[in-house]
């Protein structure tokens, strides 16, 4: 089946730019996605990339998708401190018809 | 306005009673999730629904059941709650499988 990895921990100071990055394994995903969870929410959708593309820029959000190295990141810029919270990456897995979920990047930005 | 909602947000049991965690959505999608979600980990899906057809991951024990009478409702019964069965739960659904799932906010399950 489809396997999600993302590194766990992120800290980044106020202003700067964080990277998330995340690598998967199935070749078929067809949508690849990152979900935003603040402590004790449910996940927020953030974004979305088609397979068929490299790149997906809205407002401080930019992913990029390297299909051959099936590698996915989340570059937020400008980050501040309300952007620290768990980040997961997803796949959707066409043969199994279903997402499939990394371990989330818990993101701290520090003042 | 809520699209996805979770009641209770927080629900208490007892080892071995039986509990229902309920969900409802407004967006008239077809598909509905049930995940479980233990503290600092991935979510973990445990059954979804597509309209009537019930889909169980093979994984998923026995212990929990779903049932989704209509379109805006799904419910998760857990039959015998374990000390193992302290979660959040978390309710999804999408218009079709693949596209955007949205999430409602969980229902955190404490287990005594």
């Known amino acids: 089946g489809e396997d999600v990895e993302q590194s766990l921990f992120l800290s980044v100071r106020e202003g700067d730019s964080s990277v998330i990055n995340c690598t998967y394994t199935?070749?078929?995903?067809?949508?690849l996605y990152w979900y935003k969870q603040e402590p004790g929410a449910g996940l927020q959708l953030l974004t979305y990339?088609?397979?068929?593309?490299d790149m997906k820029q809205d407002q401080r959000l930019t992913v990029l998708l390297n299909k051959k190295d099936k590698h996915l990141s989340l570059r937020i810029a400008d980050t501040q401190t309300g952007d620290s919270a768990i980040y997961f990456c997803?796949?959707?897995?066409?043969?199994?018809?279903?997402?499939?979920f990394g371990d989330g990047t818990t993101l701290t930005v520090k003042p | 306005d809520a699209m996805v909602i979770q009641n209770p947000r927080y629900q208490v049991t007892q080892f071995g009673k039986p509990v229902t965690l309920s969900c409802s959505q407004t967006?008239?999608?077809?598909?509905m999730y049930w995940y479980q979600q233990k503290s600092s980990q991935a979510p973990k899906l445990l059954f979804h629904?597509?309209?009537?057809?019930?889909?169980n991951e093979a994984d998923t024990p026995d212990n929990f059941q779903s049932r989704r009478p209509n379109t805006s409702f799904c419910f998760l019964d857990i039959r015998s709650p374990g000390l193992g069965d302290a979660a959040m739960y978390l309710c999804?659904?999408?218009?079709?499988?693949?596209?955007?799932?949205?999430f409602g906010p969980g229902t955190r399950l404490l287990v005594l």
């Open positions: 629904y597509y309209d009537k057809d019930f889909n």
């Open positions: 990339i088609f397979s068929n593309m």
């Open positions: 999804a659904t999408s218009r079709t499988g693949w596209e955007t799932q949205y």
């Open positions: 997803a796949s959707w897995d066409t043969n199994a018809g279903k997402s499939t």
């Open positions: 199935d070749s078929s995903s067809t949508y």
């Open positions: 967006l008239n999608h077809n598909v």
